[in-house]
């Protein structure tokens, strides 16, 4: 099956901080989400983009999918902005990566 | 706007029990799919439904099942629990025209 890898496993940011999360998947693919996992267990769309660009505020998110790779970038980080960044693939039985533990201190 | 809503939140049951989670999509959608996350791991799929027809088998175990409902609503059956099924289990529903799944709060459930 396609397999998903997202760097850094870990990041720790001072407020204000910008940061930038990549998601590296092995095969082609028409359907890819970018989730938060907020310290509640929630996970949240943050943006389906399985080519282009899209903007959401302080969020942004870039995928090249002739080259297999999606960037996720948080400006101005706030501390709500901790949790658990997870990229996705597939339609039907979605495929997670292992995911970005984001730390963002005050 | 209406989310999915998922129920219980929480559940302590002991080994060997049996355990019911239910699931309502959001008005609308006609997918329903289950996943499970273990602690610290990311979600994995367990099963889909498509207008009341199983779609997709992920790594549902044996001891699982899952049904769609003529309401849409769906309901994933744990039987002969084990430690390890010890998990966050969330539900999600799309819409088949669409191409966003939404996730729901999700249910803990602790076997002891």
């Known amino acids: 099956g396609i397999q998903v890898e997202q760097s850094p496993p870990d990041l720790i940011l001072q407020e204000g901080a910008n940061s930038t999360l990549r998601c590296n998947f092995s095969?082609?693919?028409?359907?890819l989400q970018w989730f938060h996992q907020n310290p509640w267990g929630q996970l949240i769309n943050l943006f389906y983009i399985p080519s282009g660009t899209k903007q959401n505020g302080r969020l942004s998110a870039t995928t090249v999918a002739t080259e297999r790779y999606s960037l996720l970038y948080i400006s101005s980080s706030q501390t709500t902005d901790s949790g658990v960044y997870f990229c996705?693939?597939?339609?039907?039985?979605?495929?997670f990566g292992a995911g970005t533990r984001l730390t963002v201190k005050p | 706007a209406a989310g999915v809503i998922q129920s219980p939140r929480h559940l302590i049951k002991e080994k060997r029990e049996t355990a019911t989670l239910k699931c309502y999509p959001i008005?609308?959608?006609?997918?329903v799919y289950w996943y499970q996350q273990g602690p610290g791991q990311d979600p994995q799929f367990l099963i889909s439904f498509y207008e009341k027809m199983q779609s997709d088998k992920g790594s549902i175990p044996d001891r699982f099942s899952a049904q769609q409902f003529s309401d849409y609503h769906s309901e994933l059956n744990m039987s002969s629990l084990e430690l390890g099924d010890s998990a966050l289990y969330f539900c999600a529903s799309s819409y088949a025209g669409g191409n966003t799944i939404y996730f729901g709060e999700g249910s803990w459930l602790t076997v002891v």
């Open positions: 996705a693939v597939g339609a039907n039985d979605m495929r």
């Open positions: 095969d082609s693919v028409n359907n």
């Open positions: 008005p609308r959608h006609d997918t």
